[in-house]
């Protein structure tokens, strides 16, 4: 089993559509979550941190649910420049420092 | 401010061949990553330095790869022999702090390693 699980999809989704997309891991004392997102042929850049109080940012909201540890990632009123891939990463503590491991990453694509 | 520098972005070499790659993180970033990203799938980290030192470097082939990180700055990161397995695009990444402290993490635009 992966330490970190996403749904690859592909979701394809109409502009203004809500779309949510899940993400488990496997290592109870993993400590920091984020979502990171990919174009095509690009860097990943973070897109937001997860909280445990869950957060929000813009049409973006983030939560984190550590019972049954998972994270999860909800995107409203869905735009064409949402079509990306997003990757769930959880960082746990190692002996000196953190690690940081990523899904394999959901691919979103938004139509008109 | 200036971004995680790499190069080359792209190279073609065939296997039993040897390659470098080069990165330049943040000013000022105490930890650089450098990751292996195949098609279709999340980068998976090959070795943390901070500063100068390793971290973690667990799923780093060590008897192909290696890396360094001279003076706790730049770093260069070295495939001999090359396998047709190692195909991919390799990225490297900077971070203020350690990745365990919640530190967000800069990405380099990776170098895409065809091995034929």
């Known amino acids: 089993r992966k330490e970190v699980e996403q749904d690859p999809g592909p979701f394809n989704v109409p502009e203004g559509a809500t779309v949510a997309f899940n993400c488990t891991y496997s290592?109870?004392?993993?400590?920091?979550f984020f979502w990171y997102r990919q174009d095509c042929r690009k860097e990943p850049k973070l897109l937001m941190s997860?909280?445990?109080s869950g957060n929000e940012d813009g049409r973006f909201t983030a939560q984190l649910n550590r019972a049954s540890q998972y994270i999860s990632l909800l995107i409203r009123d869905s735009k064409l420049s949402d079509s990306a891939t997003y990757l769930c990463?959880?960082?746990?503590?190692?002996?000196?420092?953190?690690?940081?491991?990523f899904g394999d990453g959901t691919t979103l694509t938004v139509k008109p | 401010e200036a971004g995680v520098a790499q190069s080359p972005r792209y190279k073609i070499i065939e296997k039993r061949q040897s390659v470098a790659f080069w990165c330049n993180p943040i000013s000022g970033h105490a930890t650089l990553y450098w990751y292996q990203q195949i098609l279709g799938q999340g980068p998976k980290l090959l070795i943390q330095f901070q500063n100068n030192g390793v971290v973690d470097d667990s799923q780093l082939p060590k008897d192909r790869f290696s890396a360094e990180r001279l003076k706790g700055v730049d770093s260069t990161l070295k495939i001999q022999p090359a396998k047709l397995e190692d195909s991919a695009v390799y990225l490297c990444?900077?971070?203020?702090?350690?990745?365990?402290?919640?530190?967000?993490?800069?990405f380099g635009p990776g170098t895409r390693l065809t091995v034929t």
């Open positions: 990463v959880v960082n746990s503590k190692n002996t000196n420092a953190g690690k940081s491991t």
């Open positions: 997860v909280y445990s």
């Open positions: 990444a900077s971070s203020l702090g350690a990745s365990g402290m919640s530190y967000e993490q800069y």
């Open positions: 290592n109870s004392a993993s400590q920091s």
